[in-house]
């Protein structure tokens, strides 16, 4: 059922007789009633096109010889399907080499088997493979929403720079404090997400297609949303400090401020790629809210430190200043989370 509500067809490939396959097959829901079991004898009978249309549509396949266990696997692909075969013996070894992901069975399965496959079943356990699944998924998900998070705040570091540029104005952050920026909040803000907790529906969705690309184009409306925001954020503050007439490093502190303080509000919106932090849970990766601590406290060594005010050009800002710069977090927060929610209310149920 797992398997299933992931999108995952499981069909049985024996050399039992039919009758046995399909009995066992239906008590593990692989078939249904009323479906049948296709014998050797039947597949031996069918040209390649006709048995890329079984091997869609028929989920037991008995009293099957090796070659036909290869050929079964060459078909589902030529369907554009991604295979992964499971064996355990030498006889399974070709089908189990062809496969996008060969798997043999660590305790039961011999050697041959072994070598061929792209990964060996330590217990046996067609359970495990589900769970190696789940586990990918939720690899790649912490992956993307790392992505989600890195690209649009890398890209408004620079739109901030090609706006000042742009506009003869003086630039609200130094080359030395963008890389300030980027050694700390990419190992203590972005990293943070690779220690996400696996979501709860990863495994009601269906297969991402191969070769989909990560920026499509909802990465990309995100990529100049959050930029938008930064640019915003930062160049207004700064410019508003210097209207207020003070001192160019202070100005500078405020916008550096905003660049972190967005981010790490941001780093919130991308724990869940659909969903608010409020759904995922507030404290169910501690590693966020101890990377955001640390930020906090760098941030203040960097304001306050008269050793770091040198070397990054900064300087001490008061009270007012740093309730302006989180209420632009905030604010930058939950622009981002009304657009993932009314984004989601677009998708087809």
Known sequence: DTCHAAGITVKMITGDHAVTALSIARQLDIAKEGETALTGVELAALDDQALRRVAREVNVFARVEPE??????RALQANGEVVAMTGDGVNDAPALKQADIGIAMGLAGTEVAKDAADMVLTDDDFAAIEAAVE??????????????????????????ILAAVLAGATL???PLQILWINMTTAVFLGLMLAFEPIEENVMQRRPRRPG???LDAKLVWRI???SLLLLAGSFGLFLRELSLGNPLAEARTVALNV???????YLFNCRSLTRSALHVGLF???????????MAVLQALLTYLPLLNRLFATAPIG????????????????????????RESRQPR
């Open 284 to 294: 169910s990766n501690p590693a966020v809210w101890y990377g955001v601590l640390t």
């Open 135 to 160: 586990e990918g998924r939720g690899v790649y998900d912490n992956l993307v929403k790392f992505i989600t998070w890195t690209l649009p705040t890398n890209f408004g570091e620079g739109l901030v």
């Open 319 to 342: 009270l007012r200043q740093w309730l302006e710069i989180v209420a632009v977090g905030l604010f930058a927060y939950l622009v981002v989370g009304v657009e993932k929610r009314l």
């Open 68 to 73: 036909q266990k290869l050929r079964l696997v």
């Open 224 to 226: 100049v949303l959050v």
């Open 212 to 214: 989909t690309p990560i």
């Open 172 to 174: 609200p952050i130094t």
């Open 259 to 265: 660049f972190v303080v967005v981010e790490a509000m």
